[in-house]
């Protein structure tokens, strides 16, 4: 099967099986990169907080495959990544696959909403956010839970807002370009 009778048929099992893998393994090296950046430069695992890199393979995702393969992929990622190596931290590693499900999920179902693409990913943003601020405060005042404070919530917006600007601005355009190839003849 050639690569332009995979990206006609993007509800095929194939194709959303090879985009779950491949945003799995993007959604793991990505952040890897970053933090060997941040480990040379001497700004540490910072740089993964402020550039978000785990996000932006999982939103594309759901734009280019839909919510099934990038909500799978969005559970995976963290867990996967911390399997290999060891982050995100424990604490902050439920809330984390909670929330990039919630973006694989949330860009799928607007993949082929009428709207802009920068308004798609600034929907999927907000639902992703929302779903871990519930799960966070869910876990600190119903189950008592002590592995993350729930002034992560705040503090990880104001911390990640580059980032936030930065999907903004590339996941449309990147968005763009893969259906562009699928789109050719």
């Known amino acids: 099967m050639s690569s332009k009778a995979i990206f006609k048929s993007k509800s095929s099992v194939k194709y959303q099986t090879i985009t ?9 090296a ?3 990169l970053f933090h060997t950046i941040g480990s040379i430069t001497g700004a540490g695992s910072s740089l993964g907080e402020i550039f978000l890199p785990m996000h932006l ?4 995702a759901g734009f280019a495959a839909g919510p099934f393969a990038a909500g799978i992929a969005g559970v995976l990622s963290p867990l996967v990544s911390f399997m290999l190596t060891g982050m995100p931290m424990v604490g902050m590693l439920p809330f984390m696959m909670i ?7 949330a860009a799928g ?8 693409d920068v308004a798609k990913v600034a929907i999927t943003q907000i639902a992703g956010r929302a779903v871990r601020a519930a799960a966070i405060l ?15 919530i705040t503090a990880s917006i104001a911390t990640g807002a580059f980032g936030i600007i930065l999907q903004l601005v590339l ?7 893969i259906n562009g190839i699928g789109n050719e003849q």
């Open 57 to 60: 393979p999982v939103i594309l």
């Open 20 to 28: 779950a893998i491949l945003t799995v393994i993007a959604a793991v």
């Open 171 to 177: 996941i449309p355009v990147i968005s763009e370009r």
């Open 138 to 152: 869910t876990a600190v005042y119903a189950f008592d839970y002590t592995g993350v404070k729930v002034s992560v």
């Open 109 to 116: 179902m607007l993949r082929n909403v009428n709207i802009p």
């Open 99 to 105: 929330e990039l499900c919630v973006y694989g999920i």
């Open 30 to 32: 990505l952040p890897q």
